[in-house]
């Protein structure tokens, strides 16, 4: 059985400052992983797609790269700004776009003024 | 990006009552919809997948009798949580995946609350 484990659960820091967050997968045959942001009260932003053929996706400054091999993916974030507070969740998917999805904890992000 | 609307965003109940969420896709066909469900303080976990104008798929350890998944149209998959109990408060998501999507579209949630 597929599990997704988040690191850390939560985390502040100053605005401006460069962040990773981790995920890991137990099982590595995995058809892609998804990065996730939640907002309260709101549904699910998908912010990178990394197809399980790919190493890394890119989006404005979110970062985030995959190691299949190794069941890893991480989450980088430039310049955070106070805006990117929210939770992060990382899923993978285990076939195409029409199997569900396995979902870590999340880490919860506050960027501080 | 697509969108799937999810209502109500909030529902109190008393127990044993039952209540029903919509999940529309509303500017895609979602040949395939799926619910979630996510208790305090854990990861969100699949219910169960339904395909349009079939018996949704249940996941292990999900009552199929209790949580009754209609996907009868294209655009449209409702949850009804069946004779609700405070045990069954949680937080439930749908999402949507259809021709030409790569990927879900996640609704907004539901928060139920049973009293």
């Known amino acids: 059985k597929q599990e997704v484990t988040q690191i850390p659960a939560a985390l502040s820091v100053p605005e401006g400052e460069n962040l990773v967050l981790n995920c890991s997968f137990t099982?590595?045959?995995?058809?892609?992983l998804q990065w996730f942001r939640q907002d309260p009260g709101k549904g699910l932003t998908s912010l990178l797609l990394i197809q399980s053929s790919q190493r890394e996706q890119t989006s404005g400054r979110l970062n985030a790269s995959l190691d299949k091999s190794s069941g890893r993916s991480t989450l980088y974030i430039a310049a955070s700004q106070p805006g990117d507070s929210a939770t992060y969740l990382c899923?993978?998917?285990?076939?195409?776009?029409?199997?569900?999805?396995?979902f870590g904890k999340g880490t919860h992000l506050i960027i501080q003024p | 990006g697509a969108v799937v609307s999810q209502h109500p965003s909030w529902v109190i109940c008393k127990s044993g009552t039952s209540v029903k969420i919509e999940c529309r896709s509303l500017?895609?066909?979602?040949?395939?919809m799926f619910w979630y469900r996510q208790f305090p303080k854990q990861s969100l976990m699949l219910m169960a997948t339904s395909n349009e104008g079939s018996k949704a798929t249940y996941e292990q350890g999900v009552e199929k009798d209790k949580f009754l998944i209609n996907h009868a149209s294209l655009t449209l998959s409702t949850l009804t949580v069946t004779s609700a109990h405070p045990e069954d408060s949680s937080f439930y998501i749908c999402?949507?995946?259809?021709?030409?999507?790569?990927?879900?579209?996640f609704g907004a949630g539901t928060r139920l609350s049973v009293l």
């Open positions: 500017d895609f066909q979602a040949t395939t």
């Open positions: 899923a993978v998917g285990r076939g195409g776009g029409a199997d569900g999805l396995t």
């Open positions: 999402s949507g995946y259809g021709q030409g999507k790569n990927i879900q579209y």
């Open positions: 099982d590595s045959a995995i058809y892609n």
